[in-house]
């Protein structure tokens, strides 16, 4: 399996912006679906986005669509979110994920330790 590391998180006002990373290591993830989940506590891990190995196709969640962006390097191993007019529901763990296809993507496969999101009202 494909290791993945996150960063970027952080603290951060509503309204503020925030780009987390995911690096892979261990083999290439370029003909992988990637994603991003997250988890607030005392919730379940939820879906936030995905992207198709070619980058081609993204899907959201709905809470985030038009707020945040996920993009890959291939080139660079790296998956990346662009999360912007960030709201106090957004705070959770971040994690992001590796699996052969979309409707695979949290099923098993890969999975980062996570990076926290906090933001402030």
């Known amino acids: 399996q494909v290791q993945l590391v996150e960063s970027g998180g952080g603290l951060v006002q509503a309204g503020g912006s925030l780009r987390l990373s995911c690096a892979a290591s261990?083999?290439?993830?370029?003909?992988?679906?990637v994603g991003w989940f997250r988890q607030a506590p005392g919730k379940e891990r939820e879906f936030v986005a995905a992207?198709?190995?070619?980058?081609?196709?993204?899907y959201y969640a709905d809470s985030v669509k038009g707020r945040f962006t996920i993009s890959r390097d291939n080139a660079k191993n790296t998956m990346y979110l662009q999360m912007n007019n960030l709201k106090p529901e957004d705070t959770a763990v971040y994690y992001c994920?590796?699996?052969?296809?979309?409707?695979?993507?949290?099923?098993?496969?890969?999975w980062g330790q996570g990076t926290q999101v906090t933001v402030s009202s």
């Open positions: 994920a590796a699996h052969t296809t979309i409707a695979t993507l949290g099923k098993g496969g890969s």
């Open positions: 261990g083999r290439t993830f370029s003909r992988d679906a």
């Open positions: 992207i198709t190995w070619s980058g081609g196709s993204t």
